[in-house]
């Protein structure tokens, strides 16, 4: 059960700040205020940050979940005017300058820094998640994991061929980053990793589908490096299927549309990373939201009312995957990715600790600097835009590499990512292979001995 802190729990001879959410926002927000005569509250769902962008090297087994989690009390653990608790925050309630928990006690602000993220959106079909689940927690993460390492289990004790290729058939729908990146580790996991140990069956033929609505992967990225990044999947061994719209998914598999014809796909792992939704939170504040549940903020990032006016008294910010803001110069929305997190969140935290300071507001407007965009696809293998510049193979790999860990908290999380990369990349083996929980029930529908299989899987019949 979550703890929730007492509805008063900081000094009131000096202001509070509020901060939901601890991730790349709410955290550099949080250090920004160091200085800061205010008491900063921190409330978070979970007692770690944890780094987003390499879930998916959790749920293909190169990395364990501690190599990319740390205490947030420990973040803090020497700044003195930050207090932490682990806490489940359901409303904010805007004319009272409170945010309300879920067992209904409250916490007051005088300033309030919403940075609560975002979950997966099923665009209207939340009844697939439990076919199709997404990647937003080290839990996430672990199921994933545990479903990805069972199908290889499953396969190795399967009789029937049929069955054997629905066990052998991955599904990913969404060819952002995390699609790009979980395609290509699926891929490398069964043909470095699995493959060598198993007996029956010829893992390094697992089908890999990666499914994308639009017309080529890593639309957010040029078509030089898109272009670069499908024909890496493609000679990895990815079966990439661009201008595809997933219309049903079930636990045996997905219903794809592609020109019009629909045609099915029998697995029983499909995975979700198409799309992003706002947490719930944003609904609460009474601001405009956009499309998909994001809030419409100033220049400044500062919570508007929902005729478009600034709120009373200004003293809400939304930062990082929640925010949607347009700054001047540049063509659409900020991207919700890790840098622009962590530009919004010192920002606020800047802003706020003048206004304290001076006791006047600033005028100023947020600016996103973006430094370009990178996704990995496999060993040795990635793409990468940089001021204008487009990479790809090794040197755009080591460049993901050095991003990574460089953005990573604590030294241990460096040296163990680094580490655990240097043995995956030499010994081509994946060294957090664990399945935790039962063994699963389909053992019983299997047929025949658990001998050498008669007709052992052939190329051919892997699709």
């Known amino acids: 059960m979550l703890s929730t802190p007492p509805p ?19 955290v550099e927000a949080a250090k920004r205020l160091r200085r800061s005569d205010a008491d900063v509250v ?42 932490v608790f682990r806490s489940e925050v359901r409303t904010i309630d805007r004319e009272r300058s409170v945010v309300r928990h879920a067992d209904g006690t409250e916490t007051p602000f005088d300033y309030l820094v919403l940075a609560a993220g975002a979950g997966q959106s099923y665009f209207g079909h939340a009844e697939w998640e439990a076919n199709a689940p997404g990647m937003k927690t080290l839990e996430d993460a672990a199921r994933i994991r545990g479903r990805i390492l ?19 058939t991955f599904v990913i729908v969404g060819a952002g980053p995390t699609g790009v990146e979980l395609s290509g580790a699926i891929k490398e996991l069964a043909v470095d990793s699995m493959d060598p140990d198993m007996r029956r069956v010829d893992a390094e033929r697992a089908r890999v589908v990666l499914v994308e ?13 898109s272009a670069n990044a499908e024909q890496a999947l493609r000679r990895l061994g990815v079966e ?30 499909v995975l979700w990373a198409a799309g992003v939704e706002a947490s719930p939170l944003a609904r609460s504040l009474g601001a405009p939201l956009d499309r998909a549940g994001r809030v419409l903020v100033g220049p400044d990032l500062s919570v508007v009312a929902a005729d478009g006016a600034e709120s009373k008294g200004t003293n809400m910010f939304v930062a990082g995957d929640l925010a949607n803001v347009t ?28 206004t304290i300071r001076t006791g006047r507001r600033p005028t100023r407007s947020f600016v996103y600097w973006d430094k370009g965009s990178l996704a990995t696809i496999g060993r040795a293998r990635a793409v990468a835009d940089i001021f204008g510049g487009h990479y790809r193979g090794l040197v755009a790999w080591l460049l993901w590499c050095f991003v990574h860990v460089l953005f990573l908290i604590g030294f241990r999380n460096r040296l163990f990512v680094m580490l655990s990369w240097a043995a995956s990349y030499i010994l081509f083996s994946k060294g ?32």
Do not use: W
């Open 327 to 354: 700054c001047p110069g540049q063509e659409g929305p900020v991207p919700g990715v890790c840098p622009a997190a962590i530009q919004m969140g010192r920002f606020v935290g800047d802003l706020i600790a003048e």
């Open 432 to 463: 957090a292979r664990l399945i935790l929980g039962d063994p699963q029930s389909r053992v019983v529908k299997r047929a025949g001995s658990h001998g050498p299989r008669q007709e052992p899987m052939r190329a051919d019949e892997s699709r």
């Open 150 to 168: 069972q199908a290889f289990e499953d396969a190795e004790a399967e009789n029937d061929l049929d069955a054997l290729r629905a066990h052998l």
């Open 8 to 26: 008063n729990p900081t000094r009131r001879d000096r202001p509070t700040v509020v901060i939901v959410g601890a991730g790349f926002a709410g």
């Open 213 to 225: 609505g639009l017309d080529r992967v890593l639309p957010a990225m040029s078509e030089a490096s």
């Open 42 to 83: 921190i409330l978070d769902r979970s007692n770690h940050h944890l780094f987003q962008p390499l879930l998916y090297q959790v749920a293909t087994a190169v990395l364990t979940p501690a190599d990319i989690a740390f205490p947030i009390r420990r973040i803090f653990r020497h700044q003195k005017n930050v207090t």
């Open 240 to 269: 990439v299927r661009t201008k595809t719209r997933v219309t049903e998914v079930d636990s045996h598999g997905v219903t794809i549309q592609v020109d019009g014809r629909l045609e099915r796909i029998e697995s029983h792992t």
